[in-house]
């Protein structure tokens, strides 16, 4: 019979039919590419570090990536979230990204440290990705990518 420590856990795809989104990252960067062709709206997403007891802790809300070209996703177009003055390791460029950003926002670790649910922590090793306030994938924090299907 096998351990605890040997079963792996296959997530449930809530969605499998949506829309496909690939979420990339590294300690100093996070990337969203969407692959759907249906529009969706950045303000429709939130993110979600949660802790050891599967509490949320620090949140990012989609509405962020807004500005004056976009608050919908683009088909095949990214957004992007930047430690600012913190490229060590280096920011990732995903090559499905291809150079075509919706939004790349830089925040600083000094004044967002709240924001960062990607980010390697003590005491959580995931974070929660939630469509119009429902929760529709659960990403592993050292796995550096996860896919994610919305309605």
Not at 6 to 32: A, C, Q, R
Not at 35 to 57: H, I, N, W
Not at 106 to 114: A, F, I, K, S, Y
Not at 115 to 135: D, M
């Amino acid at each position: 019979m096998p351990s605890p420590t040997d079963l792996i856990v296959v997530p449930t795809i809530k969605y499998p039919d949506g829309n496909n989104f690939t979420l990339f990252w590294n300690e100093t960067s996070f990337h969203m590419l969407y692959r759907g062709r249906v529009a969706r709206s950045f303000s429709g997403f939130a993110f979600e570090r949660l802790d050891e007891s599967g509490q949320p802790t620090d949140r990012f809300t989609g509405h962020r990536w807004e500005n004056g070209n976009y608050t919908n996703f683009p088909s095949k177009y990214c957004v992007s979230i930047k430690i600012y003055g913190d490229e060590v390791p280096p920011y990732i460029d995903p090559l499905d990204c291809s150079g075509a950003y919706a939004s790349i926002i830089q925040l600083r670790p000094d004044e967002h440290r709240g924001l960062f649910f990607w980010y390697p922590k003590e005491g959580s090793t995931e974070f929660r990705v939630l469509w119009v306030g429902e929760e529709v994938a659960r990403c592993q924090i050292d796995a550096g990518t996860c896919e994610v299907y919305i309605p």
